[in-house]
């Protein structure tokens, strides 16, 4: 073992870090460092650094880091030895001579993807067999052709232990078969015999980074359980750490920015079919951490497709809880639901490509689907069930371990909490309700809808502005410079309100004057604003909206964020109102000589919060 890791400091001395990962990614030399976008995950904006003088790479997005040896297996889905030995040609060295035990365990592991690789053989040659027929008419019956079947080595499982008679015929032993999970002693007697493990199934190869054959997946020709049978955990195989098709869907996912994670192999096969090559699946658990960091290293934020019925929402809901713990900076998981109960290979074919893209487009980001685990068909009618609930999602937040992302998410609860559960639970239907009656000449669209009908009972009172508090000021201010075009809609409005801070007012003067000079500007969006805010001075401010920075990770839908203003800011209007009575009150209790004026304002008072609680029960 001494004599190996002299080997590896030479290799390290004499092989170049940059050579290594140039060869991989393109380096950019900046200072005493090397920077790149990283080979681990997606991104845009370089964070992966490469120094040549200590010999490791790091990147700053994804926290991967390692030396040359690391580097190879990692990118290049190597095993350590092979790793070695291709640094080892690089470098012109000869490979050191193994121990015995060192020698005897990389020679066995190599001889078991092997055998592998010719059990694949054999189940695709038993496909296109009168044997295996039935199998390949199952395929074709799911739309697959014969390019697929080809491309996803698919095959078929006799049930006359051909298998074990086959291999057996090469010189493989039984111990061996079994060892691979190719074969098992039958559990339906004590006779000790060995059976081929996968008999009558078609079989599914599932393959590793490296594309090495690992392990099957079979399904059942008749009406025979388990329906799906997976390899069991074998010397190559840890189903825990492997995702299906993953050995496929990586490049491809590096170049969509994407990764799709559903629930079943036929899931992955027919999105595959439809144009998403970058679709991947568990093998028949739910997603597991390991699984959830492989997707990571292809992109930040995978998609996760389930089906619309109970066992999909129970399947996502477990991915919350397997991902909260290790969330991190950047890095999340976002869902889609399939209608009526639909898995992806029964909407595409139903519904095609275009359909399902529509679909990727509108996904639910995990912060959405924790609020709904906890808050959904959950009694709230009570202070006591209100306080419940907060504490349940408090819990499940507590379980974030990085200290950054726990901190936003209990920032963003406590304001849904605030909003939903508290005062503005019903002013936030109210919002939502306007807007949809905007579209249909309910509501007028635009500046000032949600108080149209306090509006119609408003007198003219010189009246200070109402203040708004620092939350919902930052709140509002994120969502138009995230959407731009809702500027115009609620300028007017925003000008009978009072910002916290001089910086506030500024930043929205400015937001207005840039929008006025690019009014039906086309392609005028989020990003143009931004430059031009920085361009005036405003790089500081920006730098201080988390809740933009939110959005961006999130992507609401307009709609919902011209909802949550609406929302926000009657609220705000509601407060004001009820202390402006309350003061009205105690005027009239302790003071004789009340004004036909004061009385006069007390009754508007009264009638402008009464056409708001009006406006509850129209929604109610």
């Known amino acids: 073992m001494a004599d190996l890791q002299k080997f590896i400091d030479e290799l390290r001395a004499k092989v170049s870090i940059v050579d290594v990962v140039g060869a991989k990614v393109k380096l950019v030399r900046k200072g005493r460092e090397y920077t790149a976008c990283c080979p681990f995950h997606n991104e845009k904006t370089p964070s992966f650094t490469v120094n040549e003088a200590k ?23 190597l095993p350590f030895l092979e790793a070695l030995k291709k640094l080892a040609d690089k470098a012109g060295l000869e490979m050191p001579k193994l121990s015995h035990e060192e020698h005897a365990k990389s020679e066995e592991r190599k001889t078991l993807y092997e055998i592998m690789e010719m059990a694949v053989q054999y189940f695709e040659r038993c496909l296109r067999l009168p044997e295996g027929r039935h199998g390949l008419e199952y395929f074709y019956h799911r739309g697959l052709s014969d390019e697929v079947i080809s491309h996803f080595r698919l095959g078929y499982a006799p049930a006359n232990n051909g298998l074990k008679a086959w291999l057996g015929s090469k010189g493989i032993s039984e111990h061996e078969m079994m060892e691979l999970g190719l074969a098992a002693i039958s559990s339906r007697d004590n006779s000790g015999r060995v059976f081929d493990f996968f008999r009558d199934r078609v079989i599914i190869p599932i393959f590793d980074k490296a594309n090495r054959p690992i392990a099957f997946g079979g399904r059942v020709m008749n009406d025979g359980q388990p329906k799906y049978l997976n390899s069991p955990e074998t010397p190559i195989f840890n189903k825990r750490h492997v995702l299906y098709n993953l050995n496929n869907a990586r490049e491809k996912g590096y170049d969509a920015k994407n990764i799709i994670v559903c629930e079943g192999y036929m899931d992955v096969i027919a999105l595959s079919r439809y144009g998403f090559e970058y679709a991947v699946a568990p093998l028949g658990t739910a997603l597991t951490e390991d699984q959830i960091q492989e997707a990571w290293r292809v992109c930040n934020t995978p998609t996760l497709c389930f089906d619309g019925d109970g066992a999909g929402i129970r399947a996502a809901i477990r991915s919350v809880d397997r991902a909260l713990p290790i969330l991190k ?138 203040s708004l508090d620092e939350l919902v000021a930052k709140f509002i201010i994120s969502a138009l410079i995230f959407y731009p075009e809702l500027i115009s809609e609620f300028e ?45 001075g405003f790089k500081s401010a920006l730098g201080g909206l988390w809740e933009l920075k939110m959005f961006r990770i999130q992507k609401p839908m307009v709609a919902n964020l011209r909802a949550d203003i609406e929302t926000k800011l009657a609220e705000v209007q509601i407060r004001q109102l009820e202390a402006e009575i309350r003061d009205c009150l105690t005027k009239m209790e302790n003071d004789d000589s009340l004004s036909e004026e004061d009385y006069k304002l007390y009754q508007n008072l009264k009638k402008e919060r009464q056409a708001l609680i009006d406006a509850k029960g129209d929604v109610d």
Not at 55 to 67: L, S
Not at 417 to 425: D, E, M, R, T, V
Not at 438 to 464: D, H, T
Not at 503 to 509: G, I, P, T, V
């Open 55 to 77: 010999g490791f790479y790091h990147c700053f997005g994804c926290g991967a880091h390692g030396d040359i040896v690391k580097f190879e297996m990692e990118a290049n889905g």
């Open 329 to 466: 900076p950047g890095y999340s998981l976002r869902y889609v639901f399939l209608p009526d109960g639909e898995d992806p290979d029964e909407f595409l074919q139903d519904k095609g490509h275009d359909a399902f893209e529509q679909y990727l487009e509108n996904t639910t980001p995990l912060v959405d689907l924790l609020w709904r685990k906890n808050t959904e068909n959950v009694p709230m009618s009570t202070p006591e069930q209100k306080a419940l609930v907060e504490q349940n999602i408090m819990e499940e937040v507590a379980k974030i371990t990085n200290e950054q992302v726990r901190n936003y998410y209990r920032q963003e609860m406590r304001q849904r909490i605030y909003y939903q559960l508290g005062k503005g639970s019903w002013s936030q239907s109210y919002a939502k309700n306007a807007y949809q009656k905007s579209n249909s000449g309910g509501y007028r669209k635009g500046k000032g809808n949600f108080s149209a009908a306090a509006s119609q009972v408003r007198v003219e009172v010189a009246r200070p502005k109402t």
């Open 492 to 536: 007017e409005k925003l000008s009978m309100f009072a910002l916290p801070k001089a910086e506030y007012q500024s930043l929205l003067d400015a937001m207005i004057e840039i929008m006025q000079e690019h009014e039906g500007e086309e392609g005028f969006d989020s990003q143009k604003m931004c430059h031009i805010l920085i361009e005036k």
